[in-house]
């Protein structure tokens, strides 16, 4: 703690020491930006990952990049995120790229996309396979710059309140599920919502909506679904690996010195390593708990569910890519990569998820 | 870059302006480290890996905090990594845990042990199971704070120059296989030997070893083993998910004011993130390039052989158990996590990839 008081003095004594000089004031210059995400106040991985994200930064810039961060609904309307963030109201943003298929279906495939890729690959790709690139090139008629900053890994298939054992049980469903997931299953006769977080519950316990999909378990127990729908599905085939995004305003960012925007950048990957692996040693539990506590029924899509899915999932992506030249561009790359990296887990993880005598 | 050169010049104008106010000083005292590394000069991901987090440390310190990396055998021999920085002679170094099993036993499980968990379930474990508590206490009677900076992935079963159909077959095998792997191997007559990475090739080439596991087709491909062995076999039982380390000399880490601190621990974790993701990108490039260039032959290892492993892998573990307490402690948090978090892997990534109609 003393320490750390005299290296907050020692900012101080430097912004006045540096005055002198004249430009180099540059260098104790001090940030104060606002946050706001889509997530209801101090949800588990999402909030806590975006305020998580702000301490660090704030430590690692000795104190002069300070983000407020605003759950949803504080500031603006959770949905609102990515409007805030683009006409520079606020500095900065925690949210999911589906959500603004409305302004651009490519973003879609930086969340996840049915069939696609597990969390782990989405990371390859983005990282090491151009996708980040492309997700910026997807942004910047927003004025935003993006990074991956949390991964939900595979998703479970959804809450059903009463069994999916053929197609036709999808039909007049009504069902909370965004993307190209609920576009999907709006063609076998789902009445397909959007609603944010923090209103799923209750839209599912009055009966607004029958069935839901939001993450995993970890994040489902802390909504309660369990409390009014009996039936967990997985696998969750239409969100493999859903990347969650930081969103910063243009302008903003590159009024940043070159130190704030790699403190910035290296965080936003910390945020993204600590979610996925948070979700990890979490949902595990959750998934007892529902089990063992609530007597939750997890029931397997039946194989040909999950095939005729795979099929109009295709069929899907191939009709808005016919129609839209940047979502083209980026299927391109994702199911160019997808191919590659798919040989190797293979014989990688899943080859060894599946050696037997475990 | 004007930019930058202005925040430097800042820097120095604050640390003479800071003069005066005495301790205010220490917010711009400038480190000049040096990190020795196990790997060869340019050895990609682990390297290059340990290369880029020097960089991405010097730049977000805005030069605070300069570290020089230099290659196994510049300053000290690869395996020599863990000595120096415990002695002090260096302040960090860039290795793998595997290798310090002779200090203590428990390092074993900070690398990756054979039918343990994957890279994603290392890195639950290690930020939110414990696991990372664990790996400091074992590490402090040696002085050094450690980091979990890179994975390498499920691994591959290795290079053999002749077909391994039965537990026989390994029978007077000379294989560079190190940690509880080698262990497993030398109970059914292997004779187990351990190198560096900078000496393997020689050594299989020369046929002073019958057989090498290394990691996967990534590095395998740059180090050259299809040229001196044919079948290449998975699934890697030994290694499923392999921590690489950032270590830090205690006395050097107390020595950084606590901006400094947080910028290596996020640092590292960044270099995490990305090593697995650009082992994971390029895995399966180097795969195709192997089977479709160079005919090598991907085989697995038959059921029996794997089950064979498996048995004799868990005996190894109690039985080294048995004799060490701590090793013993770390293996029960090990087991534990790793069968929770199994239970979720099931249904979710497990039960994903093996959906039907990909």
Redesign the interface.
Known sequence: MR??D??L??????S???I??A??????KKFRWRMVTSWPPNFPVFQTGAERFAK?VY????GRLSIKVFAGGELVPPLGVFDAVSQGGMQMGHSGAVFWAGKAPATQFFSSIP?GM????M???????GGLELWNEVYAPFNIVVFPACNT??Q?GGWFNKKIGAMADFGGLKMRIPGLGGKVLSKVGVNVVLLPAGELYMALERGVIDAVEWA??YHDLQIGFHRAARYYY????HE?GSAIELLVNRKAWESL???LQ??VS??A??S???G???F??????A??DLVTKYNVR?L?FP?EI??A???LSAETLEQIAAQDPMFSKVYSSFKT?AG??????E????????????
Chains 1, 2 share one sequence.
């Open positions: 320490r750390r005299l290296l003095g020692g900012a101080i004594a430097c006045v020491g540096a002198a000089g430009p180099a004031v540059l260098a104790s660090q430590a690692m810039s000795g069939f597990t969390g782990q690959q990371n390859a790709w983005l990282y090491y396979g890994g595979v479970m995993g378990p997985y696998p969750g085939w493999p010195p070159k130190d790699t403190i290296v965080a990957a910390q993204n390593l600590l996925l692996s948070e990890d040693a979490k949902n595990g539990l998934l007892n997890v397997q194989a999950i095939r899915l795979h099929k990569f590659k990296i798919d040989a190797w887990t014989i990688g993880e899943k080859a060894y998820m599946e050696a037997p005598g475990g």
